[in-house]
């Protein structure tokens, strides 16, 4: 993980640095993707060991790649892509169950996680079983946990701009943060009324310019995306992406 912090750049860097919109601008998009089961068999059927988490961040890397190349082809200059980037993935430290006894506090830690951009030709099986491997020995590393005693540590001792500047380099210049969220496999009702969907976005953190959500409710898996508009400019063209790629593993 230090390494990755001392050696890493973004693809995006010059992207955003060039760009005439201001920082704080936002672009979002929602989609519904498919059903819990069917998506689980679908990355089964690629990769025994790959989870749904492992084929979200899969579709998340093809739509970057894809918007890198549509950076390129608007661009003057030709930028090479990397063939790997950074992510941050959060990993919530009690395995989102809450103990007896405890309140529900923010015990999320996160890693950082090299990962390859696939081909936008060729087959997605090698990469996502890539990625499975990846993210499943990063999550099992120290990371998670060191990662949540220093952000602890930042926002009760330090100044807000110290955290952020520190949120910032330690980010390893990662493209994309990545989040998972398990919702009731059933549907529920509130004051009586029945609550049809479910819709979380991530805010962004510092320096990294797109956030993702993959969530599930009812047996339905769908996702968010939050993105700085200099590095994504239409959201939903970067959510269509994902849903193509999608349909061609599946």
Known sequence: QIWRVATASSPFDEIV???KLPATSRSIAWRDLDSVNTIKMTAKRMSPSATVNDLAVHLVMYAIRRQLNEHNQK??????IPEKVNIVIPVHLSGGIIPEG?????????????VPL?????SSCNDLKTISRILKHEKSSPAPMISWVLAKLCSEYMPINWTKYNMRKLNAKAVAVISNVKGWPFQVHW?????CRLCAFLPLPPGIPIGAVIQSYDGNISFSINADS?????????ADWMVEEYA???
């Open 17 to 19: 640095q060039s760009s």
């Open 75 to 80: 661009s003057s200059s030709f930028r090479k």
């Open 102 to 114: 405890e309140d529900i506090g923010n015990k999320i830690g996160a890693f950082v996680a090299t």
């Open 118 to 122: 696939p081909s936008v030709t060729e």
């Open 191 to 195: 004051l009586g009324r029945k609550v």
């Open 230 to 238: 200099r590095a994504v400019p239409d959201a939903n063209i970067f």
């Open 248 to 250: 061609r593993m599946k």
